[in-house]
Structures are given as C-alpha cells and as structure tokens.
C-alpha cells in the first residue's frame, strides 16, 4: 500500500470547508504527538472563546505509536478547551480511530465552527465527507457506532450519545461500545457541533524509519509481557482488583468521600467481577486485555473498570455489581463520565441528607440513582439540569461547596486522600483537573514512605519533599511519554515493562535517538505549556489555590486525620519549584525559553513576574 502521509485534516463545520495541511515536522520534534500537538494547537488557535461555541476547536490526535502494531498502541487523545473547567481538556481513548487516522494519512482532525443539522465526519482514506446524521442524532452510542459500521464496513467510530447532545458537561466521547474518553467534556464540545460521530478508515502503510530495529523491539515486548509476573491475575482482575486494595487502605470514595471504607466493598471487588465475568475485551494492539464484562442487572453486557465501579458503587452506596455495571452500561450508551457522574449522584444525595436538594435519591439508592442518571443526562427539571453542569456549579448554586469534591472544576477520580498528601497533590497539580491519570502515586505513597508518627497516629503520612518530586516524576511518564506517544501506560503501571522499551521503539519509528530523558523534557514543555493555557483562559483570576485538592479533605477525616493545609501548601512550593513556576504556579519566563516556548511569552506578559 502507498505510504500514509502526516497531515492535519482540518474541517470546518460551518462553512463546510475540508482541508489538508502538512505537519510542521518541528512540532513533532517538540512535541511528540497527541497530547503534545493538541496542547500546540489549542494554544495557537483557541484563545479566550466560549467552550460550547462554534469558535472551539475539537482535536482529534495521534502520536507516533498509533497505525503501527505497537503494544498497547491504540489509544487516542481527544481535546478540547473543557466546557467543565474552562481550561485545557483533554481525554485518551483505546479505539481502532488511532489505527486508521494514521493509516488515512492524519496526525490529527481539527474540527472547527458548527453546523446547524446533526452531521458526522467520514474519512476513508484521502477522501473526507460531512454527512447528514439526522437519522442518528439521539440514538446511543452503541447504536449509533453500530449502526455506522452497517454502512461503512471495516472502519473506526468515536461517537456522542445523548449527554454530548444535551451539553451535560462531563460527556464524554465512546467508541467499541466501552471506551471513553475526554472526561472535561469533550463529548458536549462534540454536541455543541452538532457532530455526532467521526468515522475513519485508513489503508495505507505507516511509514517507520528503522524497520528491522522496530519489528524485533516490538516482537520482543509482545512476547515479553505475558512471562512478567503480575499478567496472570492481571488477565483476571484488571484495574478492579484495586477496590480491595482501596478500601483495605482507607482511600475507597464512599458515601461522597464522607468515608474511606465501604462496608460492602465485597458485594462490588473484583472477586465479585470474576464470579460474574462473561469476556474480556480490550484496546487494538494489546495482548494484556483488561476490559472485564459482566452481565447487569438487566442481562446486558458491561464492560467494568475500577474508576466506573468506585465511583457508581461506594460513593453512591450502592452496593452489589449487577446494579453498579447497569448504570456504568448507561453511562456509555448515553456518553457520560462514569468517575463525575458517580461524583454527582453522591454529592446530590449528600445535599439530599443535609435537605438543600429535594429531589435526590438517598445514598445506596439504586432505582433513584437510576432516575437522576436520566434526568441528568437528558437535563429534565431543575434538578436534572443543575447536577449536568457538574459539581462545581452546582455546589455553588446550593451553597454546599464544603462537600464538592472537584480541582479546577473536574470531579476527583476514585481515590479519597484525607491521609494522602502525595495523592493530593496529583490531583491539584494534574493537567486537566483531579484526575488520577498523569501521577498515580498513591500506591508508592503507602508502600514505600515512612509514616509519621509524632502523634501516635498510625495514618497520618509525611510531607516530604521526596513527593512533591515523585508526583513530577509520574507526571512525566504518564501525563507526558504516554500521552505523547499515544500508548497505554498499564502495560508499565501494572506489570513493571521496562520504560526504556518506548524510548527505543519510538527511536526506531522516528529514526531519531530519543532517550528517556529528551522524552521527559518534552513532557516538561508540555506541561509548562498546557499551565500557560490555563493562566492565559482564566486571565487575572489565576492563583496557586487552583491547585488546591477539594476543602473536604482538609476539614473532615479518617480517625479525625485530614491534610493540613499549610504542610500542603509547601508540598505545592516544593513542585512549583521542580517545575520552575513561580509562587502563583505561573511559568516563568526564564523557564519558558529554556523549554523552547518563547512564542508563549508575549501572550503570558500581563501576568509574568
Ligand atoms: C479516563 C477515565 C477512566 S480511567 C475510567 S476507568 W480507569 C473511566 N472510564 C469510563 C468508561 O469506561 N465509561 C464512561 N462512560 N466513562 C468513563 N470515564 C472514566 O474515564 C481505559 C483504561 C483505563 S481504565 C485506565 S485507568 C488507563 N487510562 C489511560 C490513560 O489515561 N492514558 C493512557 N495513555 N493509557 C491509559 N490506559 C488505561 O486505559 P479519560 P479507555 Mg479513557 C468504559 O478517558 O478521559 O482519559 O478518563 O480510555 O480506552 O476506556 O481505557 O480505572
Ligand atoms: Fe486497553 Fe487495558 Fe490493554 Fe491498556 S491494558 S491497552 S486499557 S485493554
């Protein structure tokens, strides 16, 4: 087959315009893929505009993984500025779109403007058509994705359900009928364009550099990863072995993270989900399979994560997993965040025990949860279209912000960090809000820091600098390397795979030497430029308490043991300083040329010290 070329396909649904533009290959040098390009082309293009206007852009983008058959390589940043946060957003989805955008020829879509009847976007190959999607607007995403294949055939589909149609601001974007992404609401940025799905097929030869270096890389890591000893009960729990792991170490979300253990954690484990489990599914390119599907409550299949678990499971109250994976199923037939929805059904039925919110369910209430999930995503009643702004507003709007558990206006994922500090400070310092993805060190947190115990209390854990450290160090890996690349980081998370096999699969695809640490100065760049796009957005109202994990976890407690506040705030100086920000958490100038992003400078000025 012909070579695929990189191009960025750019496609203007308001004035229909299709047009093809070659990469600036210094980008790529710069930024790796993915995650680094949308960040670039967010900062260029998207300035100061009203997330849910045609003026948005929605980037669709790949890394230099993706097309090949690379391990665990089929996964895809979605981004966008976040109608959620009002900042960066963005979101990284397994779907066989990674394989065939590259294959067409695509680095990355850039979807610009609105149309003003439902429509989707077909790219087969060179060839790009906005087509009508009346006949699917409305529909879920399993049968809109479903029936897209009827039509197309062999090809990739990353579609809304009706959350992104309705602007529910934590839709997310589904493809395979159980993979999500774009948690700050890539899915309503979607809906705001009325553009219901994006379908792609690619047939052309990804071009690799160093192909004899790249087949025996890539040969060897896939046969690598089924002999390292964590993959047998890998293979059989997934990410759902951590709810014993949480709740036998007091961080499992319960009960709107009022409590840190949930009494009927066995009803929801991942012992549970083995004796229910019907088949494993997985993201193109991966011999590690983690997707675990049950049958619900119903006889339907549900493809169960831990996030999805702990979130709609103990922070609702709702124990047993038939019931859980129901509304999980939901949730991706209607395209909403698993991790904010179960965050709002358990901040609403807080708010419904403190009697601020009339028409919420009470906690471990199934079919009332069941009713809100609707009401929510199709934005009926007051009730209904309050809580699909998420919790932020809505805490705001009922004067309940003690108990809203968000950063920047993102829902925490599902880890509860009274006595976390490290974790804390992942979520403050997270690119796109509190989400657990790019500095997961809870685990190291607990293993591997001595407790302190001045005050005879068994778990309280140190400030130590060492984690202010740890969290940059994560960041790099996960929230930088993986999401440049774009790659799943379990294979390395879960297993141990020997980080080094990136660098030199990348080398070989790109022909250029990178080492582990050139990757990390990209990571860094990234970072420092996603921040930059967070303090140009939000103007004079930047202040380092943006970084701040929810009040919640500085005022109740475990035991009475809660974060302190100032321990933390020179947790934060301490990763300002790594990171050479200044006291605000604002790039300085100097650090921005030394990463090579002078073209932010003027843009930064009003607020550089
Ligand atoms: C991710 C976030 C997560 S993180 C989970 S479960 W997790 C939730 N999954 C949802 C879902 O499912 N349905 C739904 N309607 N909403 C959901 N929201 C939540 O979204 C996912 C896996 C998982 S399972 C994780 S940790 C890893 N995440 C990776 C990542 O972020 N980057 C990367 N390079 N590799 C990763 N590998 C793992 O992928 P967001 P997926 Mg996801 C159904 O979307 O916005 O990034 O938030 O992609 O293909 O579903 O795989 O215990
Ligand atoms: Fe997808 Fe799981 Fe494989 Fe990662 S380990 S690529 S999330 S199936």
């Avoid at 500095?439 to 984690?467: C, F, H, L, Q, R």
């Avoid at 957005?537 to 701040?548: A, I, L, P, T, V």
């Avoid at 035991?559 to 020179?570: A, K, M, S």
């Avoid at 300002?576 to 790039?587: A, E, F, Q």
Wanted: glycine letters at 10%.
């Amino acid at each position: 087959n012909k070579g695929a070329k990189r191009m960025i396909l750019r496609v203007n649904l308001t004035t229909k315009k299709i047009s093809k533009e070659p990469i600036d290959e210094k980008i790529l040098d710069q930024f790796i893929g993915a995650r680094g390009l949308a960040a670039k082309i967010l900062w260029d293009e998207v300035k100061g505009v009203d997330p849910l206007s045609p003026d948005n852009k929605l980037i669709i983008a790949a890394g230099p993984f993706n097309g090949l058959r690379t391990p665990s390589g089929g996964k895809l940043v979605v981004a966008a500025k976040s109608p959620l946060t009002g900042g960066y957003g963005d979101g990284n989805i397994g779907t066989m779109v990674s394989m065939h955008l590259r294959k067409a020829g695509y680095m990355a879509i850039i979807v610009e403007g609105a149309s003003d009847r439902p429509v989707y976007l077909y790219v087969d190959d060179d060839v790009v058509q906005i087509m009508s999607a009346e006949g699917l607007w409305g529909l879920s995403t399993f049968e809109t994705e479903k029936r897209l294949k009827q039509v197309h055939g062999n090809v990739g589909v990353l579609s809304i359900g009706p959350a992104g149609e309705n602007l529910v601001k934590y839709s997310v974007v589904i493809s395979q009928e159980g993979r999500a992404g774009g948690r700050p609401g890539i899915g309503a940025v979607m809906g705001s364009k009325k553009l219901k799905a994006i379908v792609v097929r690619g047939t052309k030869d990804v071009e690799v550099k160093d192909r004899e270096n790249f087949e025996k890389y890539t040969r060897e890591v896939f046969k690598l990863i089924p002999t390292l000893p964590a993959y047998s009960f890998w293979i059989r729990q997934g990410t759902m072995a951590t709810i014993e792991w949480a709740n036998k170490n007091r961080a499992l979300p319960t009960r709107n993270f009022s409590q840190v253990k949930f009494e009927y954690a066995r009803t929801v484990d991942g012992y549970a989900m083995e004796a229910m489990k019907i088949s494993r599914r997985g993201c193109p390119n991966c011999n590690m399979a983690c997707g675990n599907v049950v049958l619900d409550i119903e006889g339907k299949e549900s493809e169960l994560d831990y996030e999805n678990v702990g979130m709609l499971g103990p922070n609702t109250g709702i124990a047993f997993l038939n019931r859980v994976a129901h509304i999980n199923r939901l949730a991706d037939e209607f395209g909403v965040d698993t991790i904010s929805l179960g965050a709002v059904l358990g901040f609403a039925m807080e708010a419904a025990e403190r009697g601020a919110l009339k028409e919420a369910p009470k906690f471990g209430d199934y079919e009332g949860a069941l009713e809100l999930t609707k009401k929510i995503v199709f934005r009926q009643g007051e009730t209904g279209n309050l809580l699909a702004e998420g919790v932020k507003r809505a805490a705001e709007q009922l004067g309940l912000e003690e108990i809203a558990m968000h950063v920047k206006g993102l829902e925490v994922s599902a880890y509860n960090c009274y006595i976390y500090p490290a974790m804390a400070l992942a979520y403050g310092t997270c690119a796109i809000g509190a989400h657990h993805k790019e500095a997961w060190v809870i685990a190291w947190e607990i293993g591997s820091t001595p407790m302190e115990d001045s005050s005879g209390k068994e778990y309280v854990m140190n400030y130590s600098p060492e984690k202010a450290k740890k969290v940059v160090e994560q960041q790099r890996i996960r929230g930088g390397m993986f999401e440049m690349l774009t790659a799943c980081r379990l294979p390395w998370v879960e297993l141990g795979l020997d980080l080094e096999w990136y660098a030199k699969i990348l080398s070989s695809i790109v022909g250029k030497n990178y080492t582990l640490d050139d990757i990390y100065i990209a990571a860094d760049r990234v970072y420092s430029l996603v921040r930059s796009y967070w303090v140009r957005e939000f103007k004079g109202d930047w202040d380092r308490k943006m970084d701040y994990p929810p009040k919640r976890w500085f005022e109740d407690g475990v035991d009475g043991q809660h974060l302190d506040p100032e321990r933390y705030d020179e947790l934060l100086s301490e990763y300002y300083k790594i990171r050479g920000w200044d006291d605000r958490g604002i790039p300085t100038e100097e650090t921005l040329r030394k990463l090579g992003l002078d073209f932010v400078v003027e843009d930064l000025r009003p607020w550089l010290k």
